[in-house]
């Protein structure tokens, strides 16, 4: 099946207008879902809208509520919800440029691929695509979709366009409230050492290809096995018991690392790929 765009409609750069369609670059089908099956009857749950002290209500008279203190809540109606909501325009306007690292990754949140919505865009969206790259910036906007307007940022790739939605800045912590209590001593040069060895050892061009989820690839497995059973019986795998210590919770750092450098070295596992490909 096709991919339905997004959004459709125009970049803005000064007085150059680029026709142009937003394609989702994530997929959310691998994903594994479940829903709760009444166990004797085998027929799914049904959920009933309850209020306490009353019992089940008519959805009818369910309107939205935002908590101001605890059981306080201002009641909205659907109507005045939609008079706030954004116009979805079709125009996204690039308003800034940045250097690419001036934006902290907590900010990005979702990818979408941008093309050309037909032949006569081509130029000018390669022009903006290679303008980009020329200058090594990202371009910034606001897209409003859905009643929503969203922070974005524009950049090239291959031979499109990438657009990811950013975090406005109150939708991200601070760091500084989680690691304040973080000791700021300096580590010993002989650790140092011995972990940045071991980060040379295991460093590699990264391949999103070679990782896995194992788990879902598991519940997959489980699935075509019960399904093919067709039997109610639990089927529990096996799993290896994690390795008995010595009962010890104080870890010998220094010899850690050695042995983990030496498990490397020593050809007892496989090492990482190698950082160059062959010519």
Known sequence: MAARAYWKGQIRLALVSIPVEIYSAAQSGQKIAFNQ???????R?????????????DRDDIIKG???SKGNYVLLQDEEIE????????TLELVQFVEACEIDPLYFEKPYYVVPADELAEEAFIVLREALRKAKKVALGQLSVRGQEKLVALKPCGQGLLLETLRYADEVRKGREFFNSIGDDKPRKELLDLAATLIEQKSAPFDAGEFHDRYRDA?????DRKAKSKSKQAIIEDVDAPASGSGSNVIDLMAALKKSVGKDTGGETKPARSKRKSA
């Open 219 to 223: 519940l997959k497995k489980l699935i």
């Open 37 to 43: 099956i009444h166990e004797p009857s085998g027929k």
């Open 66 to 68: 935002f908590e101001i």
């Open 45 to 57: 749950v049904s959920y009933e809208k309850t209020v306490e002290g009353i019992g089940p209500i």
């Open 83 to 90: 008079a706030v909501k954004i116009e979805s325009r079709k």
